[in-house]
């Protein structure tokens, strides 16, 4: 992993709300480096500034100070416009609660995103991508299902599909697993883990030990400050239970 290019870097990134008084400081100081493929798991407390970092470093929301760099670019100069459009053609987001249309059908709100980044005349290699995605994760059958007529786990799946229709340079997912049964959260996680197996950038966040132990790296957030990270190694499914226990051993020495 440590001869792969940086993909994603961050250098003495702070944010501080200033609508409470005393104002609160949610980061400070962080200092990230994502390589090319990797799957960075961030844990941490409630309330320690896991979801702060997440939107601070995707652009969704304006950090108060320090840098972040993607592919190369520096992202906290940017003004809205030119923001949105990294984020809608570099960035994938999947969230705990997926957000879907309820008057599109599932394949659509997958086609939505991907379409309004894709060049003219994109649309039907959008399309195509779309559906070989929706066959990859197993929900095919579902395209023109409405989107309340689908399981949470298969909504998650669709949100996945959504997040790399537009073949980004990272996926971030804010405890995408959050909303979700054991059954469902392992089918997530799988399709997760072969996000990663092809390559793809993850930067994701949970509080669940057996999900943070998919990541290639977890790093602990306590009180807006970085203060340790495991190296964990790619995952491998025969040494799931091992991983977790590891795991588990690093967060209760961290106080989780
Ligand atoms: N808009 C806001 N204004 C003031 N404080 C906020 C705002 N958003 C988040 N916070 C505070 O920032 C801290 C970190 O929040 P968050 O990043 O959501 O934590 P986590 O995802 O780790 O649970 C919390 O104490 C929260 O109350
Ligand atoms: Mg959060």
């Given amino acids: 992993?440590?001869?792969?290019?940086?993909?994603?870097?961050?250098?003495?990134?702070?944010?501080?709300?200033?609508s409470t008084d005393p104002p609160t400081e949610v980061l400070r100081g962080i200092d990230l480096t994502v390589r090319t493929g990797e799957f960075l798991v961030i844990m941490g407390a409630s309330g320690?500034?896991?979801?702060?970092?997440?939107y601070s470093v995707s652009g969704m929301d304006r950090p108060t100070s320090g840098n972040v760099v993607l592919e190369g670019r520096e992202l906290t100069s940017l003004s809205d416009a030119e923001m949105s459009t990294v984020r809608l053609t570099r960035m994938g987001f999947v969230f705990q609660q997926p957000h879907f249309l309820s008057n599109l059908d599932v394949r659509d709100n997958i086609l939505l995103p991907a379409?309004?980044?894709a060049p003219r005349g994109g649309r039907h290699a959008a399309v195509t991508r779309v559906?070989?995605?929706?066959?990859?994760?197993?929900?095919?059958?579902?395209k023109d299902h409405g989107i309340t007529q689908v399981s949470g786990g298969q909504l998650q799946r669709a949100s996945i599909?959504?997040?790399?229709?537009?073949?980004?340079?990272?996926l971030f997912?804010?405890?995408?697993?959050?909303a979700l049964n054991s059954t469902m959260s392992t089918e997530v996680m799988d399709a997760l883990t072969d996000v990663h197996?092809?390559?793809t950038t993850i930067v994701m966040v949970t509080h669940d030990p057996g999900c943070?132990?998919?990541?290639d790296r977890v790093i602990y957030l306590r009180d807006g400050v970085l203060v340790d990270s495991a190296e964990l190694g790619p995952w491998q499914e025969d040494e799931a239970q091992r991983r977790e226990d590891e795991l588990l051993v690093w967060l209760r020495k961290l106080g989780f």
Avoid: N, W
Avoid at 161 to 170: I, K, N
């Fill in 1 to 18: 992993m440590s001869q792969a290019p940086v993909t994603l870097e961050s250098q003495a990134l702070s944010k501080t709300y200033y």
């Fill in 115 to 117: 379409l309004k980044a």
């Fill in 48 to 54: 320690s500034g896991k979801s702060t970092l997440l």
């Fill in 197 to 199: 197996r092809d390559g």
């Fill in 131 to 142: 559906d070989a995605l929706m066959a990859r994760f197993g929900i095919a059958h579902l």
């Fill in 161 to 170: 599909c959504r997040a790399l229709a537009g073949e980004p340079a990272v």
């Fill in 173 to 178: 997912a804010d405890e995408p697993t959050g």
């Fill in 212 to 215: 943070a132990a998919r990541g």
